[in-house]
């Protein structure tokens, strides 16, 4: 609910911030870049006192257009939308700076060469930047679900409780086992439960990095 949203936003705007003739592109990426700095506690306390009920300064807005409030933390699927919509506005601008780097890289003889043979804009996104970006999309994209995998601060902090433990990550889960039901095996047993997982995701984005930098070298060798 977060990683496609992210990746997706930061991908559009990359292209759009990529582009040439687009004015104002080095402010609009450190505005965007701006929510990463900002502490995870903090992101936790700020998106629930926003959707706080009933006065919260959303459900103050829908107040004012005449609908009734809306209590998002006991309800499972609003409640994780609000945590997905937090971490997607926390990581977006962190994703740009990768794509806008990825797109960056191609050179600029290929898209001219695409342009002059009649392709569309659409073609030369799908045809060319896409399938050239695969190895840095990947990358972005394994590295978030580890971060993902990591979550505790917005999880813990947006909303207190949530029927079901809906908002509940493995992280939480284990803070949850160790710390607030003192089951100190249990949650050390999660931990390497966690390792694990993180370990076997972070072994494959090392191979793809790898992947790429074989590839890069073997086609320096052929030029050279």
Request: hydrophobic share 50%.
């Amino acid at each position: 609910m977060s990683i496609i949203p992210q990746l997706t936003v930061a991908f559009i705007l990359s292209l759009i911030l990529s582009n040439k003739w687009f004015r104002g592109k080095f402010i609009l990426r450190n505005l965007y870049y701006f929510p990463n700095l900002v502490t995870p506690v903090t992101i936790g306390l700020l998106f629930g006192a926003l959707f706080s009920y009933p006065g919260g300064a959303v459900n103050n807005i829908i107040t004012m257009l005449g609908l009734e409030a809306v209590d998002f933390q006991n309800h499972q699927m609003l409640a994780r939308i609000v945590i997905a919509i937090a971490i997607c506005w926390k990581n977006f601008g962190f994703n740009i700076i990768y794509f806008t780097a990825g797109i960056n890289s191609i050179s600029d003889e290929v898209m001219e060469a695409a342009e002059v043979d009649g392709a569309s804009a659409w073609q030369r996104i799908t045809k060319i930047t896409i399938p050239l970006m695969k190895p840095i999309l990947i990358y972005v994209m394994v590295t978030s679900i580890i971060g993902g995998l990591q979550m505790f601060d917005e999880s813990k902090l947006v909303f207190t409780s949530v029927p079901g433990d809906a908002t509940t990550t493995m992280v939480k889960y284990m803070y949850d086992s160790a710390f607030v039901r003192f089951q100190f095996g249990y949650g050390a047993a999660v931990a390497y439960g966690i390792f694990v997982i993180i370990a076997i995701f972070s072994v494959f984005s090392l191979l793809v990095t790898k992947d790429k930098q074989d590839e890069y070298g073997k086609k320096k060798g052929g030029k050279a």
